[in-house]
């Protein structure tokens, strides 16, 4: 770093000190070079005196910046607040098919400098077809307490700017989202890298600067992670079925060694089926002694199977039961029917008829 300071007609000479840090070349002159510290304060002295024995001296201290980095999710149970700490059973409500909201902070950034950092999720078990963050999206695309929370415990800048998260080639369904930042811009995001192992992580290089102006900044990257569901996946391979007690967001500088992580308990992911039932048949009216024959059809949309499945009909008034079947399961009862369809996974229908 250099440090000048125009030299007067009546100087003579200047005499420097750095403390806290090194003076490499320039002293007893107006300009002096010296290298500063990773961290910490650093202090630079100078005497100036002139021709008539007259002299004055001056101090100048900075803190240096030191860059570092967190990983927050977004805990919508209360407290609602962003959280570093794993996320166990009961600090949240998200559901397989809705994103878990992540605030990644790069802090004591240098105005206008650039920066460049790696994200990765676990995407899928190794030996498994269970899969946990199928995608990434914008980070309020399903939990909407979040908005208006985005900065909380930092000092935002103006507008937030956006990047697309790119598309990945390998999957049938995701939805278009967006990386969301204050005080700063992302220039690039990588294409998608496939990281092998007893999990199967999904890697971006993500590059940036920081808002020009004032003194060193928090930059805060926004974004979803969308929990992967049965519709896409097949019975019981969503998020909420992923082995094991954590699944990981990683975030780390580019060129460091080691990886920080937000963990999430697939236990604490709910499972969700949304089921709809009919109940057709013949025209009436009907005459004594007629058969009369109705069918009940059950269908699932999804996101996951619907476990335990169970249906109970009530046979109409002056009626006899003479036959019932279902396309699975079992039904139990001669007036009151229980019809028991185990396991209906995402898109299945299932029908029902009494006679």
Known sequence: MLRQWPMPAWARGYSWSVSGGTLTSGNGTSSITYTAPASGTLTLNVSVSN???????SAKSVTIAVPGRT?????????????SSTFNVGDHQYSDGQSIPFRFSLTQMCPGGSWCIVIKYDFQDGNTSRHFYDFLDTYNASEQSVVGQECTNHIC???????PVPMDPALSYQLPGAFTV???????????????????DKQLTITGVTDPGGSAKDVLILFGGHLARDNEWGLNNGASSFPGASAKVFLQFCGESSFGN???????????ADLAITKTGNPGP????STLAYTLTVTSSGPDAGNAVTVTDNLPRGTTLVSATQSQGTFTGTTNLNFSLAPLGPHRTLSSTSS
């Open 51 to 57: 021709s008539f024995g007259c002299s004055a001296s």
């Open 71 to 83: 990983q927050e999710g977004w805990r919508n149970k209360a407290p609602i607040v962003w959280q």
């Open 157 to 163: 800048s103006g507008a937030p700017t956006t990047f």
């Open 182 to 200: 204050y005080n700063g811009t992302i220039t690039n995001v990588s294409t998608y890298t496939t990281l092998s192992g007893s999990t199967i």
């Open 262 to 272: 937000l963990a999430v308990n697939p236990g604490g992911i709910i499972q969700l």
């Open 286 to 289: 009907l005459c004594a002694g």
